[in-house]
């Protein structure tokens, strides 16, 4: 795989130094980034997934976090957001053909890995949709010793009522050749730029939603809106066949906030209970986004991540 410098926002990211982003291809030709974290003396290195509409700067603040602890830290931009390419002429719909294509971005974000020569043992952070994609990679065999997911879009949150009406919304729109439009209840402004600190879903941390802001404000081609109706039915249909599946045998830390109001509370609970090695961490107040949360809260989610990681790491070197 060939590597080619990006643009990295290292003013924005409040990331650890020398910190770089690549430019790297999937097998379907499509443009995506990786940040690179580095740390000193690592101990391995960290698969970070993001959520949908996130961007490699975000989690400036998270790896130095991990960094710090003794772990590279790698990032991917997902097709269709960040600074990847985009996927329609409309670039704000958050939009993909189908899930499983995110798993091709999987696999060139893993040849990266080895184009950049970071040290294994490998382990993974999957936050929300990053939390599904890097899900369904395990399952299928990423060479990972532990995962870590916050939030994971294991389900997606909506009235009981609601729940056929869209999945028969999102059908038809497919169908009739509407599947790139905006789901409806959605826009194509950037949440965060577009919402109030007051009435937002994802902090309670004033700082860090300041933070988040100052970033899509500063560029704003790192936005993205709502999600195509395409993008609503592969999302539906990638969860409910997740769910269908038993849990992989790697040892797990999900993390949940009391308050979540995105994604589906019960099927990440209901996963967690079933999954050998797993445990659920519950967050008291926290919001959605748990890795931007308080100083305290992201010391100690950062803590029992790398606690989890070290004893991984150390049970693949006593049994290799």
Same mark, same amino acid.
């Given at each position: 795989?060939?590597?080619?410098?990006?643009?990295?926002?290292?003013?924005?990211?409040?990331?650890?130094?020398?910190?770089?982003?690549?430019?790297?291809?999937?097998?379907?030709?499509?443009?995506?980034?990786?940040?690179?974290?580095?740390?000193?003396?690592?101990?391995?290195?960290?698969?970070?997934?993001?959520?949908?509409?996130?961007?490699?700067?975000?989690?400036?603040?998270?790896?130095?976090?991990?960094?710090?602890?003794?772990?590279?830290?790698?990032?991917?931009?997902?097709?269709?957001?960040?600074?990847?390419?985009?996927?329609?002429?409309?670039?704000?719909?958050?939009?993909?053909?189908?899930?499983?294509?995110?798993?091709?971005?999987?696999?060139?974000?893993?040849?990266?890995?080895?184009?950049?020569?970071?040290? %294994? #043992?490998?382990?993974?952070?999957?936050?929300?949709? *990053?939390?599904? /994609? $890097? &899900?369904?990679? =395990?399952?299928?065999?990423?060479?990972?010793?532990?995962?870590?997911?916050?939030?994971?879009?294991?389900?997606?949150?909506?009235?009981?009522?609601? %729940? #056929?009406?869209?999945?028969?919304?999102?059908?038809? *729109?497919?169908? /009739? $050749? &509407?599947?790139? =439009?905006?789901?409806?209840?959605?826009?194509?402004?950037?949440?965060?730029?577009?919402?109030?600190?007051?009435?937002?879903?994802?902090?309670?941390? %004033?700082?860090?939603?300041?933070?988040?802001?100052?970033?899509?404000?500063?560029?704003?081609?790192?936005?993205?809106?709502?999600?195509?109706?395409?993008?609503?039915?592969?999302?539906?249909?990638?969860?409910?066949?997740?769910?269908?599946?038993?849990?992989?045998?790697?040892?797990?830390?999900?993390?949940?906030?009391?308050?979540?109001?995105?994604?589906?509370?019960?099927?990440?609970?209901?996963?967690?209970?079933?999954?050998?090695?797993?445990?659920?961490?519950?967050?008291?107040?926290?919001?959605?986004?748990?890795?931007?949360?308080?100083?305290?809260?992201?010391?100690?989610?950062?803590?029992?991540?790398?606690?989890?990681?070290?004893?991984?790491?150390?049970?693949?070197?006593?049994?290799?």
């Amino acid at each position: 795989m060939s590597l080619v410098p990006a643009p990295f926002h290292a003013d924005l990211s409040d990331s650890p130094a020398n910190s770089r982003a690549w430019w790297i291809e999937a097998d379907d030709g499509l443009r995506l980034r990786v940040a690179h974290f580095p740390a000193e003396q690592a101990r391995g290195t960290v698969l970070l997934m993001p959520g949908r509409t996130e961007y490699v700067e975000k989690y400036g603040r998270t790896a130095r976090d991990l960094t710090e602890r003794g772990y590279h830290v790698l990032a991917i931009d997902w097709r269709g957001q960040g600074l990847a390419d985009r996927m329609l002429d409309e670039p704000m719909a958050g939009h993909v053909h189908v899930f499983e294509d995110y798993q091709r971005d999987v696999a060139a974000m893993l040849q990266s890995v080895g184009a950049l020569g970071l040290p %294994r #043992p490998l382990h993974m952070i999957g936050h929300s949709m *990053g939390g599904c /994609i $890097g &899900l369904r990679a =395990v399952m299928d065999g990423l060479p990972v010793e532990s995962c870590v997911f916050t939030g994971p879009m294991w389900g997606i949150r909506m009235a009981d009522p609601i %729940r #056929p009406a869209a999945w028969a919304l999102s059908w038809w *729109g497919k169908q /009739i $050749g &509407l599947g790139h =439009v905006f789901t409806p209840g959605t826009k194509p402004e950037s949440y965060v730029a577009s919402e109030s600190f007051e009435n937002n879903l994802l902090t309670r941390d %004033r700082e860090m939603w300041d933070y988040m802001k100052r970033q899509v404000t500063a560029v704003p081609e790192l936005q993205l809106g709502g999600p195509s109706l395409n993008w609503l039915h592969e999302a539906l249909a990638e969860t409910r066949e997740l769910s269908r599946r038993s849990s992989p045998a790697q040892p797990c830390l999900t993390f949940l906030g009391t308050n979540e109001r995105i994604v589906d509370s019960s099927r990440i609970t209901s996963r967690m209970e079933q999954w050998p090695g797993g445990q659920l961490v519950q967050i008291t107040d926290g919001e959605h986004e748990i890795l931007m949360e308080d100083v305290k809260k992201r010391k100690r989610v950062a803590d029992q991540i790398c606690a989890l990681f070290d004893r991984a790491g150390s049970d693949t070197a006593l049994t290799a």
